[in-house]
């Protein structure tokens, strides 16, 4: 489970076994926690789930991966060659 990131106490990461999903990031910060699917062609994201957090939470999440984006597929890629 490398770490990617760590902003503002978020945890940004990738497991290392899930099959052949696409490209995605999972986010803990306490008993908090959510994944996202990243678009690379269209630069969008989507949120697969959530436990909670609160609508802040989510909007500040969001805000770090888009400022994030290319660091994050670059990372993803890199990540999938080693495996």
């Known amino acids: 489970m490398p770490t990617v990131l760590l ?3 978020w ?3 990738f497991f ?3 099959g ?3 490209i ?3 986010v803990v910060k306490g008993e908090k926690s959510c ?3 990243l678009d690379e062609s ?3 994201i989507k949120m697969a789930f959530q436990r909670n957090m609160k609508v802040r939470d989510i909007r500040e999440v969001k805000e770090i991966i888009f400022e994030n984006f290319n660091y994050i ?3 993803w890629k890199e990540f999938q060659k080693e495996k």
């Open 42 to 44: 269209n630069i969008e």
């Open 20 to 22: 052949n999903e696409p």
């Open 7 to 9: 902003k503002k106490g």
């Open 24 to 26: 995605h990031i999972h």
């Open 35 to 37: 994944k996202y699917f």
């Open 11 to 13: 945890r940004f990461f």
């Open 73 to 75: 597929i670059e990372q």
């Open 16 to 18: 290392s076994n899930e």
